[in-house]
C-alpha cells in the first residue's frame, strides 16, 4: 500500500518541528550553562559566586590598599595599578576566592558528616527564590526579616546554620577544648571577668563562655587548616573576571 504525499509531508512537518525544538532546547542550556573560574577539591565554582564574593570584599580589600600603600581607591587606574607585584584587581579577586574556597571546604566537611547541603552559587539562589516566594505568598509559616531576603542575607544565615550543624557533628573530636585550657584562659583573662557591678566572677559561672570563645577559635583554625590543603584549579575564566563586574551586583 502506498503512501499519500500528504502523509509524507506530515511526517516531514513533524520531523522539521522535533527536530527545531531539540535545537531550542540545546540552545538554551548552552546559553544557560553557568561560567565555572576554579574548582575546590573536584567542586567547581560558578562566575557568579566569583562576581558575588568580589563584591563582598571590594571596600576592604579597597581600604587595606590605601592604608598600606597609600593609594587612593578613587582614582580611575587604582584597580590596574600594581602593589608589590600584584595588580588591585588581582588582589581583590584572590581574596574573594581564598574566602569562596574557606566556604566550599566547611560545607564539603558538612557533607562527609551527612550534613545535606548546597554547594553552588545556583542552588542557593534557588532555594532563595524559593523562600521569598512563600514569603510573598504567605505560606502560613513565621519568618522574621524583610518581605525579601538579598543573596548576602540568605546566604549568610544559610552558611551559619551548616557551621553550627557540623560544630555539633565536631563537638569532642578535632574541636574540644581541653579542661586545662579553659583554666589557663580563666586566668589569664581574669580580671575581665566581671558583672556589671565590677564584681569578680568565678571560673564557674564564665567556663561555658570560655568554652564558646575557644571551641569557636578551634573551629576557625580547623576550617583553615582544611582550607590550606584544599586542592584548587583554576580555570581560563577566572582572569576575566574583573572588579568592574562586581560593580554590576
Known sequence: ??????????????????????????????????????SVNGVKVEREELIYAMGEHRYTVAAEIEEKYGADSGDADFWDREFDGE????????????????????????????IRVKLSYSLVETARQRENEERAEGSGEIYYGPDELSYHTFYINYLMGIQEELKEKLRGTVIAVPAEELQATYQEHKAEYVDDEGEQLGYDEVKDLIY??????????????????????????????????SLDE
Do not use: C
Not at 9 to 37: E, S
Open 212 to 245: 564558646t570563645i575557644l571551641e569557636d577559635e578551634y573551629y576557625d583554625a580547623y576550617i583553615q587548616t582544611l582550607a590550606a590543603q584544599a586542592t584548587v584549579k583554576y580555570y581560563d575564566a577566572y582572569q576575566a573576571v574583573t572588579v568592574m563586574d
Open 1 to 38: 500500500m502506498k503512501r499519500s504525499k500528504g502523509n509524507k509531508r506530515i511526517v516531514i512537518v513533524v520531523i522539521a518541528a522535533v527536530l527545531a525544538i531539540v535545537l531550542l532546547l540545546a540552545a538554551a542550556w548552552v546559553f544557560t550553562r553557568p561560567t565555572y573560574v576554579f
Open 87 to 114: 595588580t588591585a584587581n588581582e588582589m581583590l579577586r584572590r581574596t574573594a576566592a581564598e574566602a569562596i574556597v574557606v566556604d566550599k571546604v566547611q560545607l564539603l566537611t558538612a557533607k562527609q558528616h551527612g
